[in-house]
C-alpha cells in the first residue's frame, strides 16, 4: 500500500510537471522580480549585543539575493537551532523554490551554509545546485555575506555558476 502511494505520487508529479528546478536563481538573472518591503527589525527581537551568530540566526529571515548590486530574488529561510535550514525563494514553483541545507558557526559573528536541491526540465531531473554562503550576523536582527551557487547536471558536470550577496531581515514571531 506504501509502495503503490509513492509510485502514484511520484508520478503525478511527473505528469503534471509539479516538479521543479530548485532555488534556480539563473533565471531570476533575466526577469523582474515583485519585492516584499518589511519594516526595520523592531526591538522585539534585538539580543544581547554579545549574543552569538549561532544564536541570533536561529529563525525566520527575509532575505535578499543580489547580483552586481541587483536584487534577484528574495527567500524566506529558516535556520533551526539543530544546524538545519530550508529556503523557499521567490521563484515560480516551475522553476524550482524550495531548498534545504545544513549550516554552523564560522565564529562568533559569522554563519556558514551549505545548502542544495534538485534541478528538473519539463518535469525530468536534469541536476542539483549547491550553495555556499558565509553570513555576518548582528543581533539587531540583520545579517549580510556573500554565497556561491554552482549547478550540476545528473553525472555531476558543472553547467553554470552565480555569485553574489545575501541581505537579511529577521521576522518577529
Known amino acids: 500500500m506504501k509502495r503503490s502511494f509513492i509510485l502514484l505520487l511520484a508520478s503525478s508529479v511527473l505528469a503534471f510537471g509539479g516538479a521543479a528546478q530548485a532555488c534556480d536563481l539563473s533565471q531570476a538573472l533575466h526577469r523582474n522580480i515583485p519585492r516584499l518591503v518589511l ?23 527575509l532575505v535578499n539575493l543580489s ?17 538545519t535550514e530550508w529556503q523557499s525563494i521567490s521563484q515560480p514553483v516551475d522553476s524550482g523554490n524550495v531548498c534545504m541545507g545544513s549550516w554552523k558557526a564560522v ?6 551554509r551549505y545548502h542544495m536541491g534538485w534541478t528538473y526540465s519539463s518535469g525530468t531531473l536534469s541536476g542539483y545546485i549547491i550553495e555556499t554562503e558565509t553570513d555576518r ?37
Open 39 to 61: 519594516p526595520e527589525p523592531s526591538a522585539a527581537i534585538r539580543l544581547p549585543a554579545d549574543t552569538s551568530a549561532s544564536r541570533a540566526v536561529v529563525g525566520t529571515w
Open 67 to 83: 547580483v552586481n548590486g541587483n536584487t534577484i530574488a528574495q527567500a524566506l529561510v529558516q535556520w533551526h537551532d539543530d544546524g
Open 107 to 112: 565564529d562568533l559573528k559569522h554563519v556558514y
Open 137 to 173: 550576523v548582528t543581533a539587531k536582527g540583520t545579517y549580510k555575506g556573500d554565497f556561491d551557487t554552482k549547478f550540476y547536471d545528473t553525472n555531476g558536470n558543472l553547467v553554470n555558476e552565480i555569485t553574489g550577496t545575501t541581505a537579511g531581515t529577521k521576522l518577529n514571531p
